[in-house]
């Protein structure tokens, strides 16, 4: 039978400090690729790790900001880590996107990628609705794209063609 032993990580844990060599792996973000410096962290002999985090809100819209204005393609988890940051339930965001309830799903589980259409509404999305005042020129950049597109997406009416003297056939410009 095993020995049951109570552990008190508050007496047996160490402070250490997060440094550009060795930063904090913030995985309590959702995304796997954030890293803290300049924060005090516990670790204890078990292997318990605690961090002091200090004005979340503020890191998190700054996390936010970092995703939305960068030119790199967005994954499922920053897709999620957006919404989330929005407060808004799958089901009502994935109208935001023009995507199934389905199709968020798999993209915010990895499973499937995202559109660049629909990256640029999550990034417009949560420039509009973080209502922050500092990605207000970010929208207008998104929304000044997805209007270039649009116009260059426009249809052709009628395709004329003409047979000329020759017997070969020749396109007319389109009235």
């Known amino acids: 039978m095993e020995k049951m032993t109570d552990h008190n990580c508050m007496a047996s844990r160490v402070e250490k400090v997060a440094t550009i060599q060795k930063p904090y792996h913030f995985l309590d973000s959702g995304l796997p690729n954030v890293y803290l410096v300049g924060i005090k962290y516990f670790v204890c002999e078990c292997g318990n790790v605690v961090a002091e985090i200090p004005a979340v809100k503020q890191l998190m819209q700054l996390i936010a900001r970092d995703l939305v204005t960068s030119p790199l393609d967005l994954t499922g988890a920053e897709i999620r880590f957006i919404r989330k940051r929005l407060g808004k339930k799958a089901s009502e965001y994935c109208k935001y996107l023009g995507?199934?309830?389905?199709?968020?799903?798999?993209?915010?589980?990895?499973?499937?990628?995202?559109?660049?259409?629909?990256?640029?509404?999550a990034r417009l999305s949560y420039c509009v609705f973080s209502e922050?005042?500092?990605?207000?020129?970010?929208?207008?950049?998104?929304?000044?794209?997805?209007?270039?597109?649009?116009?260059?997406?426009?249809k052709r009416t009628k395709i004329i063609l003409e047979m000329d003297v020759n017997q070969e056939w020749r396109e007319l410009k389109a009235a």
Request: net charge neutral.
């Open 99 to 121: 995507v199934t309830p389905e199709t968020l799903s798999r993209v915010e589980s990895g499973k499937q990628p995202i559109s660049i259409q629909s990256q640029k509404l």
């Open 132 to 154: 922050d005042p500092a990605l207000v020129e970010c929208a207008r950049t998104i929304l000044q794209s997805i209007l270039e597109e649009m116009k260059n997406k426009q």
